[in-house]
Nanobody, 114 residues
Framework: QVQLVESGGGLVQAGGSLRLSCAAS????????MGWYRQAPGKQRELVAF???????NYADSVKGRFTISRDNAKRTVYLQMNNLKPEDTSVYYC????????WGQGTQVTVSS
């Protein structure tokens, strides 16, 4: 079954950290660019970070220096380490695989309290 399953969201105080995980199945994980997006209530979904099959990364300006994306091809998992979280980081976070068409996970809620 082709799917992405996110985990690791939760409630954290401002300044805290969380690590999100996204486990892939049914795809040749190592071949694809993997990304994290987020969507806050009433706002459009936005790119947070992506990591290419080569390991190259790219980040939204709002998270540079605070978030780190990484991947473990053996485990078919992509991670998002989020440090120094801010209330404005509160969103549902979605994992994405660009497999020719977009494959999305179900999302995981991250809530940062001030």
């Amino acid at each position: 079954q082709v799917q992405l399953v996110e985990s690791g969201g939760g409630l954290v105080q401002a300044g805290g950290s969380l690590r999100l995980s996204c486990a892939a199945s049914g795809i040749i994980f190592r071949l694809y660019t993997m990304g994290w997006y987020r969507q806050a209530p009433g706002k459009q979904r936005e790119l947070v970070a992506f990591i290419r099959s080569s390991g190259g990364t790219n980040y939204a300006d709002s998270v540079k220096g605070r978030f780190t994306i990484s991947r473990d091809n053996a485990k078919r998992t992509v991670y998002l380490q989020m440090n120094n979280l801010k209330p404005e980081d509160t969103s549902v976070y979605y994992c994405n695989a660009n497999i020719g068409s977009d494959l999305w996970g179900q999302g995981t809620q991250v809530t940062v309290s001030s």
